[in-house]
């Protein structure tokens, strides 16, 4: 790869991650430097290839020890946080990742003499919810605008591409189960983003290209149900498989067992999270905070999920050519 290095230095945490290697890459095309603060650098390995000889460098930082945040950050001309869980696993809580993390961020940030990062929450985060993940998110935001109100806020919706762990998950699920969960009857909306439009969103405020002190909300082009997503995956996959509804009282207590246990299909703050629409918000759109009103135009869940979900057909990508 031959990238013209512009010389700035970008620090994102949480590089490694799902969203978080898009967003590496997207600012290894513009020419960054780009500094990978993960917790696991010998973990981190894949990132390289995704830009110049020497141009990407994982570093050790984690969100729960100060002096590794403010060490990743020295000498950065520009901050990500792409740091974020689904639910919580040890030691890495909704409240220290999610909640307090992004506060740390930011004051290393201001210490090393930066005016604004650009964080990731989520479209949903709220102070008031009865989900402790939306909380957590609301929490996050508002450390990171006291701390640096000029910084750039990006609430993206359910997030997809190859290694999502939401039409993935469900995938995987069809090959082995006759039966997927309807999770509150499958009527809550989202509006599925592409992971490479969000890292494009990301690399535009890196670039400076989107208002300090805003929050974007970053929606695909279609809003869909809980139910037509499944259905997609099922139509992808060239499954047939049952879909059955769970109301919300039974999956929250189904939710609540399952959590106990290692990957767990569902979790029962999960399932809160569904009593919410996640969808752009009118108001967003009307103002311009959205990825069509910052020029980027927005791919399809048809355009892109069977990329990557063909694998698990009964014959993976072999099923290619066969009638369906």
Not at 52 to 72: C, E, F, H, K, T
Not at 135 to 144: I, L, N, P, Q
């Amino acid at each position: 790869m031959s990238t013209a290095l512009n010389g700035k230095l970008v620090t994102v945490f949480g590089g490694s991650g799902f969203l978080g290697r898009h967003i590496v890459q997207a600012l290894a095309k513009r020419g960054y430097r780009v500094r990978a603060a993960v917790r696991r650098p010998d973990l981190a390995t894949h990132l390289q290839p995704l830009g110049a000889v020497g141009q990407i460098m994982p570093v050790q930082a984690n969100l729960r020890y100060r002096w590794s945040v403010d060490r990743a950050v020295i000498g950065a001309d520009a901050v990500v946080n792409a740091v974020g869980i689904l639910a919580p696993s040890g030691k890495q809580s909704f409240d220290a990742v999610q909640s307090f993390g992004p506060r740390a961020i930011a004051e290393a940030a201001r210490a090393a003499g930066l005016d604004r990062i650009t964080h990731i929450s989520a479209i949903g985060a709220d102070a008031q919810s009865s989900s402790a993940y939306a909380r957590s998110k609301a929490v996050g935001e508002a450390g990171v605008l006291e701390t640096l109100p000029g910084s750039v806020i990006l609430r993206p919706s359910i997030v997809f591409g190859p290694e999502d762990k939401f039409f993935n998950k469900f995938a995987d699920m069809a090959r082995f189960s006759p039966v997927l969960p309807l999770l509150g009857g499958g009527e809550s909306k989202f509006q599925p983003v592409y992971v490479c439009d969000v890292a494009e969103a990301v690399a535009r405020a890196v670039d400076g290209q989107l208002a300090g002190g805003t929050t974007y909300e970053l929606g695909g082009p279609e809003v869909k149900s809980f139910k037509s997503c499944l259905e997609d995956v099922l139509e992808v996959t060239r499954r047939n498989r049952v879909l059955l509804p769970l109301p919300f009282p039974v999956a929250s207590a189904m939710g609540k067992v399952l959590q106990l246990f290692p990957y767990a299909p569902f979790t029962a703050d999960q399932v809160e999270l569904l009593k919410t629409d996640n969808v752009v918000s009118d108001k967003a759109k009307a103002e311009g905070r959205t990825l069509e009103g910052i020029g980027i135009p927005p791919a399809t869940l048809a355009a892109v999920l069977p990329t990557y979900l063909e694998r698990y057909r009964e014959h993976g990508q072999y099923d290619a050519h066969r009638p369906a």
